[in-house]
């Protein structure tokens, strides 16, 4: 069972709206990360934090925002939702020991109309 | 530059038959590769890892992987396929010789038949 959740699992909102997507973990990791999900499968790193007050923007540019005020939440906001924003969003986590793998949530797909 | 390729998009298998999966990679020095799982409407979930030592890894469901380091390869394989191991599945590797984070291939996805 994992222990980083998601909400919401889905999420149906309309164009130009203020959304959050909502990720925690119980594991105490140090490291997490936001990925996008195109409909083909890929995986886009977008924002990841090494630590309380440590955000860092990805590898796929983003319009998305996020913030790292407890070790335990990572939440991932888009201040103006638009269609391209449809995709799947995957939050992730690990330990600070560099080979530790991944532990993902079950993620939110978001679709904007 | 690190990076990893998985040049099927789709692996097509009958059960109870072995299945591999490919995954190359290109890294600067020694590289530490995963393999994860995804099921529908989840997250990935991780099978298992090389880091170092033994080149047969072994990992989760019976699965096991070969790092091959003269072909820079990392397949995937499981001796007697499932139906259930229907799924996506990831290759990833990062170089620990450098700061960078772990890079993902584009997935395959493996379909196992009745």
């Known amino acids: 069972e994992a222990d980083i959740y998601q909400t919401p699992r889905y999420l149906v909102i309309g164009t130009g709206k203020k959304i959050t997507l909502e990720c925690s973990q119980t594991m105490g990791h140090d490291k997490m990360y936001w990925y996008q999900q195109d409909p083909g499968m890929e995986l886009h790193l977008i924002h990841y934090?090494?630590?309380?007050?440590?955000?860092e923007k990805g590898d796929l540019s983003s319009e998305s925002t996020v913030s790292r005020i407890r070790t335990e939440h990572f939440p991932l906001t888009l201040e103006s939702a638009r269609p391209s924003h449809t995709s799947q969003y995957l939050c992730a986590s690990t330990t600070a020991i560099y080979n530790s793998p991944l532990h993902f949530g079950n993620g939110t797909r978001l679709t904007v109309t | 530059a690190q990076s990893v390729a998985q040049p099927e998009d789709q692996v097509n298998v009958a059960e109870g038959n072995p299945l591999t999966v490919k995954c190359t990679y290109s890294v600067s020095g020694n590289p530490y590769l995963f393999w994860y799982v995804q099921y529908p409407n989840r997250g990935l979930q991780f099978l298992l890892k090389?880091?170092?030592?033994?080149?047969l890894v072994k990992g989760s469901y019976g699965f096991e992987a070969e790092f091959n380091k003269s072909q820079t390869s990392f397949h995937l394989k499981k001796p007697s396929a499932l139906v259930s191991d229907s799924a996506l599945y990831f290759c990833a590797v990062r170089d620990p010789g450098t700061a960078s984070k772990l890079t993902f291939g584009t997935g395959t996805r493996l379909q196992v038949t009745l």
């Open positions: 090389y880091i170092t030592g033994d080149n």
């Open positions: 934090s090494y630590g309380v007050n440590s955000t």
